[in-house]
């Protein structure tokens, strides 16, 4: 069993940073996949980044050079740093972990079996 918690969401201008953090609780860490997926008002939740075990990534083309994923094994926290961000960027932002461990990254939710209660990231044009 892993227990995720987002931190880092708010409210920003359009064109600015966020640096969301997702920290685990429960199983070992590193070898999980993990991965932040959004959900933006009257949309599906859709996949943002993924990060595995090895520290190879993906991405979805509307992030891609603009979002960052990135892991902390020993401190058992993931990140997404967001730059230039548009106000399309505006969601809830979900950390999700993949079970079982040594896998590869997955744009897919149904992948990942447990998730955090999310944090709201609001961009303001």
């Not at 953090?21 to 429960?26: H, N, Y």
């Not at 993949?98 to 999310?118: E, I």
Request: charge should be positive; charged fraction near 15%; aromatic fraction near 12%.
């Amino acid at each position: 069993q892993i227990q995720l918690e987002e931190s880092g969401g708010g409210l920003v201008q359009a064109g600015g940073s966020l640096r969301l953090s997702c920290a685990a609780v429960g199983r070992a860490f590193s070898g999980n996949t993990m991965g932040w997926f959004r959900q933006a008002p009257g949309k599906e939740r859709e996949f943002v980044a993924s990060i595995n075990w090895s520290g190879s990534s993906a991405y979805a083309d509307s992030v891609k050079g603009r979002f960052t994923i990135s892991r902390a094994n020993a401190m058992k926290t993931a990140y997404l740093q967001m730059n230039s961000l548009v106000a399309e960027d505006t969601a809830v932002y979900y950390c999700a972990a993949r079970y079982p461990v040594m896998t590869a990254v997955s744009v897919r939710d149904s992948d990942y079996a447990y998730w955090g209660q999310g944090t709201r990231v609001t961009v303001s044009s």
